[in-house]
T-cell receptor, first 113, second 116 residues
Framework: DVKVTQSSRYLVKRTGEKVFLECVQD?????MFWYRQDPGLGLRLIYF???????EKGDIPEGYSVSREKKERFSLILESASTNQTSMYLC????????????FGPGTRLTVL | AQSVTQLGSHVSVSEGALVLLRCNYS??????LFWYVQYPNQGLQLLLK??????LVKGINGFEAEFKKSETSFHLTKPSAHMSDAAEYFC??????????????FGKGTKLSVIP
C-alpha cells in the first residue's frame, strides 16, 4: 500500500558533502514536491516539478537543486551540505488537477555535522 | 491567491475534552480544503477533505470539519480527545501553481497536546 517512498529515514552527513535524497511515487502523479520542515516554521517548499525534466523554485531553493528524469522519481540534491540544512525533508506528489489529496513520503531526517 | 491561516501554533486539551483546531482560508474561487495529521517522525496523512459537496465532512479517527463560507473557516473538531490524538495538524487549500497545474498550500500547523 506504499505510495510515496523516500530513500532514507535517517541520514548523517558532514559539512561540504554532496547529498542525494530520492523520492519515488507509484501513483502516476504529474506533480512532485520537496519540503523541509523545521519546528515553528511549518512546511516550506523547496522545489516542485509538474512534469519530467521540469522544475520550479519554491520558497527556499537556495542551496538545493532537483532532478526529475522519470515521472515517478524526484531527487533533491544538496551540492555542499551545511549545518543549517539539518532538517526533516518531506517528499509529496499529487495529480496535476489537485482535486485529490497530496500524498507524502515518511520523511528523511538529515543531520549535517 | 489561495492561502490558509491556522490560529494557535499549540493547543492543549484534557483527555475526553473537545478538540477544536481553527483554520481560516482565503480563496478567490470555491476552495478545496484539506486537513492532514502528522505523528512524530512521520510524513503527513490525510484526515479529511472538503470538495464542495456536503459542508460537514467526516474523517478518520472521529474527526470532522465544517465548511462555513460566511466565516471563511474550516475548523477541525473531535468530541472527545484521546491520548493518541497528540500530533501536529495542518490545514491546506488547493492552489494554482502555474502551467495548468495545482498544488496544496499549507498552514503553519497546530501541535495538539492531550493531557491525561
Amino acid at each position: 500500500d506504499v505510495k510515496v517512498t523516500q530513500s532514507s529515514r535517517y541520514l548523517v552527513k558532514r559539512t561540504g558533502e554532496k547529498v542525494f535524497l530520492e523520492c519515488v511515487q507509484d501513483m502516476d502523479h504529474e506533480n512532485m514536491f520537496w519540503y523541509r520542515q523545521d519546528p515553528g516554521l511549518g512546511l516550506r517548499l523547496i522545489y516542485f516539478s509538474y512534469d519530467v525534466k521540469m522544475k520550479e523554485k519554491g520558497d527556499i531553493p537556495e542551496g538545493y537543486s532537483v532532478s526529475r528524469e522519470k515521472k515517478e522519481r524526484f531527487s533533491l540534491i544538496l551540492e555542499s551540505a551545511s549545518t543549517n540544512q539539518t532538517s526533516m525533508y518531506l517528499c509529496a506528489s499529487i495529480r496535476r488537477d489537485g482535486y485529490n489529496e497530496q500524498f507524502f513520503g515518511p520523511g528523511t531526517r538529515l543531520t549535517v555535522l | 491567491a489561495q492561502s490558509v491561516t491556522q490560529l494557535g501554533s499549540h493547543v492543549s486539551v484534557s483527555e475526553g475534552a473537545l478538540v477544536l483546531l481553527r483554520c481560516n482560508y482565503s480563496s478567490s474561487v470555491p476552495p478545496y480544503l484539506f486537513w492532514y495529521v502528522q505523528y512524530p517522525n512521520q510524513g503527513l496523512q490525510l484526515l479529511l477533505k472538503y470538495t464542495s459537496a456536503a459542508t460537514l465532512v467526516k474523517g478518520i479517527n472521529g474527526f470532522e470539519a465544517e465548511f462555513k463560507k460566511s466565516e471563511t473557516s474550516f475548523h477541525l473538531t473531535k468530541p472527545s480527545a484521546h491520548m493518541s490524538d497528540a500530533a501536529e495538524y495542518f490545514c491546506a487549500v488547493r492552489a494554482y501553481s502555474g502551467a495548468g497545474s495545482y498544488q496544496l498550500t499549507f498552514g503553519k500547523g497546530t501541535k495538539l497536546s492531550v493531557i491525561p
